[in-house]
């Protein structure tokens, strides 16, 4: 019936009547369809500039044929693995209709020209196609402190640059209802990969690990009760699906592993205004919602002659279309949203707002060496560690030319200075500046990953990344670059206050700082410089550390308990990995540098339990240890108990495992780990690995010294076996295990 009406009426008069509709039968798929949102679009007008970007960010080239590099379309997602990524169900509903579906998405309605039925029936056959491309990941509903951890990493990374916070922000990038389309699993391996799935990279990369971005899954699906199930493909169906996906053209935008039909559509540069996808006529072409604006804008922008864009024209086209102007400011272009800037926040007050929003993006191409301004826009990252927001991956395609453009349009005078030569020894007078008697640069910026107070930008990496020419000017009046610096200009009024060193120039004085800092980390260390552990403490509460611990890699889990015994949990793996008593951890090596540290662990010396799988099926009790796990284990986080300690989930097989590790005090007062396994339906011939070590001495009946430093106590059986190249201490799997481990201190 709808379709009926469609064809004729004209359009004010339909929104009106479907308005009406809307109110009396309250059909949620009629609601009017909200604009297609292009982020980086909020706060310009409509001209021709909006138009180009629109007519880019719309993907119109993707069909229509153009010479004009400012209309080269954005990829739409890859749909190669899609059916790992989202459930069938949902993308049925969205194809029939996107943008009620996901209100303000830029991906236009293909099939609304298809009777109701018809589109219904082809959105299903596509629904089921797309399904038949991946595997959906097992996945688990979120947990709630997963939710809250998710939701404070959420709105400080800069994901609410772009997207609304909790409050609904105007212009925000929206992100439609994402309980009925991922898992947790799924949405989160989207979120540690977003170029794999988007490759335009206006979804960026950022850099979050796998902790985080389960983390942030979770609180994205927080409506989610019971982990969704996607759809079952149907094989019929989804044949079907294939060949209508390519009829309505839908591999224009989307790569499916499949090679694209061939278009033969009127070129961008001929098209008739009023008609096709720019009308709101139903017809056999894409509907998209536009708002009026937008309308005049793509005509105002299709409409004018081809010419040669300038290139800072380009760079403002790039840094709209990639919305860089959500975090950045570049010139009168952009800048941070009053309403979102709240959001940007920073670990270090006494660096001032530098310490928090991103920097300035004006004359950036004078500033950055042309490498590290191609890896910075290609790979994302940075000095500015105590900055919360990050500064994401767009990949080096989606970056292309945009280094080259600043580095031609940004210049500075060249400023000129005498060069110190060896003879006056610039890297020892270098030295002497940054110190602490001197101008005491490392009270402000770390060096070498440490720093005496705050933590600004790394001082041994600047010759790398920053023009030399770029750091006269900025010495001599760092003001003029960030008006509202905390970093005081030492050479006032072009005069030095040191007067004593290289005779007062303040030339061949900032010589000596660039050619000292030029040894980057092998320059000799400052005097001042204050070896500050960063040591974590437990009190009351048990601590958790989610980063990389020795023997472990990326997903380790430490937990440090009251009293002073920790462990170390392999996420990976999924094993308890280490065990030692006295001190937690020393965290500089994790948070100073680029997250690529370890945790050193303190105390007494740790006990290292195998590595490989925890639990293995034996056939036979003699059969050997597997080195691998058999299926596809996955870990399902933790949750915390009455006295906030992990009890961690996990599937290493067909099976789960919950795994509740606490502290206990022995007779003489000593601290020991109760350890209690249980075990969903164990298969038959599931053996537990509790130690493999050269040596494993029996003590009783149940107890077994492990190595001399770890005492595991068990109810029988227990298996202990000699396999050559040292001992395995092995249980037979039970739906509820009690393990105990003591440490025995050095006598
Ligand atoms: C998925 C492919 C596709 C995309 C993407 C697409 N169009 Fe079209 N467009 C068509 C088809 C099909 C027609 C109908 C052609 C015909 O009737 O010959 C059409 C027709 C038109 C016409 C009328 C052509 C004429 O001169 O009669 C205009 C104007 C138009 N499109 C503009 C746009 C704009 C602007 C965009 C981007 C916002 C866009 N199109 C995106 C497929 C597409
Ligand atoms: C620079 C702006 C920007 C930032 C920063 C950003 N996103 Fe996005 N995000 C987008 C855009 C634009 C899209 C839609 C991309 C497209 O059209 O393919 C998107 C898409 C998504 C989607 C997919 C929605 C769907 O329908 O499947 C999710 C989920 C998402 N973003 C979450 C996040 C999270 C979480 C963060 C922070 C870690 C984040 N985004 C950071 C711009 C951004
Ligand atoms: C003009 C380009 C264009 C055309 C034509 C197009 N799409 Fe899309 N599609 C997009 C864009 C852009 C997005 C991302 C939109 C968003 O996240 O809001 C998208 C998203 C999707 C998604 C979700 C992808 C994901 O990774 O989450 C699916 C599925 C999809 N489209 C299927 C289709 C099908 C089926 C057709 C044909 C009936 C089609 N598309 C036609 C541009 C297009
Ligand atoms: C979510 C916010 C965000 C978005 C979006 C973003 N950036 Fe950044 N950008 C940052 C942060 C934060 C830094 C500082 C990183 C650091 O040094 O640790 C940064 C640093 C930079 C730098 C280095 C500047 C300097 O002086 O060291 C450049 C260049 C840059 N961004 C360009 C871009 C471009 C181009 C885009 C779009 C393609 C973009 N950024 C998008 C947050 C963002
Ligand atoms: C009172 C604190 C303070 C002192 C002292 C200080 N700086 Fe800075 N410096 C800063 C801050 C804050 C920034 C801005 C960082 C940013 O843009 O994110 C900065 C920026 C810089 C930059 C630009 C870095 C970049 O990548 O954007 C250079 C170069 C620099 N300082 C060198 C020095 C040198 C050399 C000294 C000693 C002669 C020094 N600073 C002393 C606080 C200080």
Redesign the pocket.
């Known amino acids: 019936m709808t379709q009926e009406i469609t064809k004729s009426l004209t359009p004010s008069f339909l929104s009106a009547l479907r308005g009406l509709l809307l109110f009396a039968l309250a059909v949620p798929t009629l609601a009017a369809a909200e604009p297609p949102v292009i982020?980086g679009l909020h706060h310009a007008g409509a001209d021709r500039f909006a138009g180009a970007v629109l007519a880019g960010e719309l993907a119109c080239a993707a069909c229509h044929s153009t010479t004009r590099e400012a209309f080269a379309p954005?990829a739409?997602?890859n749909l190669s693995a899609i059916g790992s990524r989202?459930n069938g169900d949902h993308l049925r509903a969205y194809i029939a209709s996107p943008s009620t579906v996901?209100p303000g998405?830029?991906m236009p309605d293909v099939l609304a020209h298809l009777p109701e039925v018809e589109r219904e029936e082809t959105a299903k056959a596509i629904a089921h196609y797309l399904a038949s491309l991946g595997t959906p990941p097992v996945s688990a509903p979120p947990a709630s402190e997963a939710v809250e951890r998710g939701e404070k990493l959420?709105h400080s990374?800069?994901?609410v640059?772009?997207?609304s916070p909790e409050k609904p922000l105007d212009g925000s990038?929206p992100?439609?209802p994402?309980e009925a389309?991922?898992s947790v699993a799924s949405?989160s391996a989207?979120?540690q990969d977003?170029l794999a799935a988007?490759p335009?990279g206006?979804?960026?990369d950022?850099h979050?690990d796998s902790f985080e971005a389960d983390d942030?899954a979770s609180y994205?699906l927080r409506a989610q009760q019971v982990a969704v199930e996607f759809m079952k493909p149907d094989a019929a169906l989804a044949e079907r699906g294939k060949s209508l996906f390519k009829q309505h053209r839908c591999d224009a935008c989307h790569e499916t592993g499949e090679k694209p039909a061939a278009l033969n559509l009127p070129p961008l540069d001929k098209l008739r205004g009023g008609e096709g996808c720019l009308s709101a006529k139903p017809g056999a072409w894409p509907h998209y919602p536009f708002s009026e604006e937008q309308r005049s804008s793509l005509k105002a922008a299709l409409g004018e002659q081809d010419r040669a864009w300038e290139p800072e024209e380009k760079i403002g086209l790039t840094l709209t279309r990639?919305?860089?102007i959500?975090?950045h400011q570049r010139g009168e272009l952009g800048g941070i949203a009053a309403d979102r800037n709240p959001y940007f926040t920073g670990r270090h007050e006494s660096l001032g707002e530098q310490g928090r929003i991103p920097p300035g993006l004006t004359g950036v191409g004078a500033k950055l060496k042309a490498e590290w301004l191609r890896e910075v826009l290609a790979n994302g990252g940075g000095v500015r560690t105590a900055m919360n927001t990050r500064m994401?991956k767009f990949g080096a395609a989606n970056t292309q030319g945009l280094a080259e453009w600043l580095k031609q349009i940004d210049t500075l005078p060249p400023m000129p200075f005498e060069r110190v030569t060896k003879a006056d020894k610039p890297d020892q007078v270098g030295r002497e500046m940054l110190g602490a008697k001197g101008l005491n640069c490392i009270a402000c910026h770390t060096f070498r990953g440490r720093s005496a107070a705050i933590p600004g930008p790394e001082l041994t990496t600047m010759t790398e990344r920053l023009e030399e020419n770029w750091f006269h000017h900025f010495l001599a009046q760092p003001q003029r670059f960030v008006p509202l610096i905390v970093m005081p200009g030492f050479w006032p009024d072009g005069k030095s206050t040191q007067p004593d060193i290289l005779g007062g120039d303040p030339g061949r004085q900032r010589d000596a700082i660039w050619q000292y800092l030029s040894r980057g980390p092998e320059a000799g260390e400052p005097a001042g410089l204050v070896l500050e552990p960063l040591v974590i403490e437990v009190k009351d509460e048990p601590v958790i550390v989610r980063r990389a611990f020795p023997g472990i890699g990326k997903r380790g889990i430490g937990v440090g308990y009251p009293g002073g015994i920790n462990l170390a949990f392999d996420a990976t793996q999924m094993r308890l990995a280490t065990l030692w008593s006295g001190g937690f951890i020393e965290a500089s090596g994790l948070w100073r540098g680029q997250g690529s540290g370890q945790a050193r662990l303190l105390g007494e010396a740790p006990v290292q339990l195998p590595p490989g799988p925890a639990f293995a099926v034996l056939a036979a009790p003699a059969d050997p240890w597997p080195a691998a796990a058999a299926g596809k284990p996955s870990f399902k986080g933790y949750h915390l108990d009455a006295r906030r300690r992990p009890v961690f989930r996990y599937a290493p097989g067909d099976y789960s495992v919950e795994d509740a590790i606490v502290e206990k005090r022995d007779e003489a007062g000593k601290l020991y780990f109760e350890r209690t396994l249980r075990i969903a339906s164990p298969p038959a011939g599931l053996h537990f690995r509790a130690a493999a070590d050269p040596s494993i001495e029996p003590r009783g009946a149940n107890e077994f010294v492990v190595g001399k430093k770890l005492l595991i106590r068990a109810a029988p059986p227990l298996l202990l076996r000699d396999t050559g190249a040292g001992k395995e201490l092995l249980l037979p799997a039970a739906p509820e295990m009690k393990l105990e481990y003591h440490f025995i201190n050095p006598s």
């Open positions: 982020g954005k739409g997602p989202a996901k998405t830029t959420y990374v800069g994901c640059a772009c997207h990038v992100l439609g994402l389309k991922y949405l989207f979120l977003p988007r335009s206006r979804m960026p950022s979050l942030i994205l990639m919305n860089c959500a975090c994401p």
